[in-house]
Nanobody
């Protein structure tokens, strides 16, 4: 059974920073990509950032230049460094892993940006 465990969410003031982590465990084939999605109340889940097995990255336009995704392949872990956070970044952040055409999700971690 594959499990994705997220950590690092919380509350922060505008302009602040947070770092999310997501560790994958269990039995699975090689990881093709890992990424972060977010879902605000009443909205659909949208891609925030993704990193592939070749270390290519892609970001949503709204976070480019503020967020950085990275991965430690030895630990099957992906990170999201979030700087200059804005109230519009408030959402539940979900970790995603793609492996052998299968998609796995974490349970989500809340990020709240408020003064």
């Amino acid at each position: 059974q594959v499990q994705l465990v997220e950590s690092g969410g919380g509350s922060v003031r505008p302009g602040g920073s947070l770092r999310l982590s997501c560790a994958a465990s269990g039995i699975f084939n090689s990881i093709n990509a890992m990424g972060w999605y977010r879902q605000a109340p009443g909205q659909q889940r949208n891609l925030v950032a993704v990193i592939t097995e070749g270390d290519s990255t892609n970001y949503a336009t709204s976070v480019r230049g503020r967020f950085t995704i990275s991965a430690d392949s030895a630990k099957n872990t992906v990170y999201l460094q979030m700087n200059y956070l804005e109230p519009e970044d408030t959402a539940v952040y979900y970790c995603n892993m793609m492996s052998a055409l299968r998609s796995y999700w974490g349970q989500g971690t809340q990020v709240t940006v408020s003064s």
